[in-house]
């Protein structure tokens, strides 16, 4: 529905204006607010900030309309005004131009006139913010997206490879913020999302750095996958910088309460790749999936404080180029033999 308002201290205008766009008012088309002068009208539009279109007489008391259309440009510059004035003159029409009107209607008013005014206004103001909805989408894909990723999806393989689902070998690796829990329910919901930010973002760069993949934040957890030659050295690589730079980090809370402590679980194996969520709610995450998976995250389920834990598979994998010390057996969901785990010292 289109909002306008119309200024005027002629109140049969308001009369003559309920008359002619009865049909689109009652279809819900359109919806009109009056104010009598331009101080009004100021009020009329800080409470109605879904303004579409402000339609404005030139001569009106306390506030005309040559000075609401200064004081619109420079608090609403994006609403659209159009003049519906006796004082048809060229150099009122100028002066209204100049101050940003959209367009000028000569009085008495031609209704028909009138109505092709508004509808090329409200198409001009639907432009406007489609424009600007997709700048904005576009910013905030930037923000969470590859500036690569950006670029493939303009590509021609996007949309097939899109739906693209397969079977990988590649790490995951899981990093949970120890104790943070317990914090973030007796910390202001600002300071615990800017500490957990801070967080991630120091946890981001080091994975990052080793060509890891973010592929979901999870609660105060990441979720990482690492492909490519090498990628559970890799992978390792990049869990012992997040432990250091984690570790490097000072106390903080409101009362400095806090110390950053990480526990990590790590599995590299099979598992597939693809799309996977809702196709009805439009909600897909290009993920992995599997029983690696699913033993990466109850490894760090296991972990404590500061240990890196991998199984005996990836241990037989790096134990020539990683410090790794044997911890035992542990029974995890859906095994039937308990898991021999290793801890990554260095």
Do not use: W
């Not at 490879?161 to 202001?188: H, M, Y």
């Amino acid at each position: 529905m289109a909002k306008i308002l119309v200024v005027d201290d002629e109140t049969d205008l308001e009369v003559l204006i309920k008359q002619k766009f009865r049909k689109k008012i009652r279809e819900q088309e359109y919806e009109f607010l009056f104010a009598i002068n331009g101080k009004d009208a100021l009020l009329k539009v800080s409470e109605n900030p879904d303004l579409d279109i402000v339609l404005s007489d030139i001569n009106m008391p306390e506030m005309d309309g040559l000075t609401l259309l200064s004081e619109l440009s420079n608090k609403k510059p994006l609403l659209k005004s159009v003049i519906v004035s006796a004082y048809g003159d060229m150099e009122n029409i100028r002066t209204a131009m100049n101050r940003g009107a959209f367009d000028f209607i000569t009085k008495p008013i031609n209704f028909d006139d009138l109505t092709i005014t508004v509808e090329k206004t409200l198409k001009h103001c639907i432009q406007i913010k489609d424009t600007l909805q997709a700048i904005k989408e576009n910013n905030i894909l930037k923000m969470y997206v590859d500036e690569n990723v950006l670029k493939f999806m303009n590509g021609q393989e996007y949309e097939s490879s899109i739906i693209k689902n397969e079977t990988i070998e590649a790490t995951v690796v899981f990093i949970d913020l120890c104790g943070f829990t317990a914090i973030s329910e007796t910390t202001p919901p600002d300071t615990v999302v800017k500490m957990i930010n801070s967080y991630f973002d120091v946890m981001v760069k080091e994975i990052t750095v080793q060509n890891g993949l973010i592929d979901k934040f999870i609660g105060d957890a990441v979720m990482a996958v690492f492909k490519g030659e090498y990628h559970l050295d890799r992978a390792i690589d990049a869990a012992l910088a997040v432990r250091n730079q984690i570790n490097k980090l000072p106390l903080s809370g409101l009362n400095n309460e806090f110390k950053p402590k990480v526990s990590i679980g790590i599995k590299s194996g099979e598992m597939i790749s693809g799309n996977i969520g809702s196709a009805s709610l439009k909600r897909l995450d290009y993920t992995v999936i599997g029983d690696t998976v699913n033993t990466a995250a109850r490894l760090q389920a296991a972990a404590k404080e500061n240990q890196i834990i991998i199984t005996e598979h990836c241990y037989e994998q790096v134990k020539e180029s990683f410090s790794c010390n044997k911890l035992g057996e542990i029974s995890m969901k859906n095994k039937s033999k308990p898991v021999v785990i290793y801890e990554v010292l260095e």
